[in-house]
């Protein structure tokens, strides 16, 4: 089997989990397919692959770092219809299957075809000015629409199916798969979904509004966050934290959800709430340890 990998440098300090990764699939007759950054980083004499290359001779990706990093290669991935794992160096990984201290044990799974392929919903998003298409994107996690450098409260008008549900005035707006819901959402008090499901998550940022609550609607509907005409300031359009696109007064972005899957490998037992008990709860009772 052909597995691709990439690697997070700033995560993987002088590659030590690559090298363990590289040695475990040799070790049990796979083929490493490695992009060139990290290739010749890592001091290889065979310098690797540039990033379309992994993905056209690749069966599986691997890749190497935290929630981030899995994004960045999930982006990709997904184009090629490939099943990618994420091995977890960061701190959180929501997204990243597998630790780092159990890579031997990943490959084994892999190569065995012991594994099963998990597919997530994911968005697409449409940033329009008078009428026009700025951008498109694809989003794994969210689409975020917030304020730019100025400390200005941005008021957003929603509409799902074209139909008004109110203006919030705050930071912006977060629009999450439920894939998502773990992420920038939760922190801005938005609901846990579980990721299997098929739904659009809605959630204002720091909204100076009391009764302002994240709403839920089905995966079918079409969400479209609209920029207030009278804002004189520069608004941003983030995509999964990757990507970026300038706004401004009346600009609006549409987002439903897409036709592309994200194909996640699963080898251990854990379900979501295993999961989620382990990476938020234990992690706010270690953080409170630590503050002691």
Known sequence: ??????????????????????????????????????????????????????????????????????LKVARKAYKKDLPIL????GSMGFLTEVDKNDIDNAVEHILSGNYAVEKRMMLEAVVKRDGNALGCDIALNDVVISRGALSRILHVKTFINDIF????????????????????????????????????????????????????????????AVIDENYSHTAMVTIDGQEGYEARGGDCVEIRKSENVVKLIRINTRNFFNILRSKIYYRGESLRRNEI
């Open 1 to 70: 089997m052909k597995i691709g990998i990439y690697a997070n440098e700033e995560k993987d300090r002088g590659f030590v989990h690559l090298k363990k990764l590289l040695d475990a699939i040799r070790r049990r007759g796979g083929e490493a397919i490695v992009a060139s950054g990290a290739a010749r980083a890592a001091g290889f004499k065979d310098s690797g692959f540039d990033e379309e290359e992994v993905l056209d001779n690749s069966e599986v990706i691997i890749c190497l770092g935290g929630d981030g990093t899995f």
């Open 86 to 89: 994420g091995i977890n160096l």
């Open 165 to 224: 549900v109110d203006s919030f005035p705050g930071d912006g707006l977060i629009v999450s798969s439920p894939t998502g819901s773990t992420a920038y959402s939760l922190s801005a008090g938005g609901p846990i979904v579980e990721p299997d499901l098929d739904l659009i998550i809605v959630t204002p940022i720091c909204p100076h509004i009391l009764y302002s609550r994240s709403f839920i609607t089905t995966g079918d509907r079409s969400v479209k």
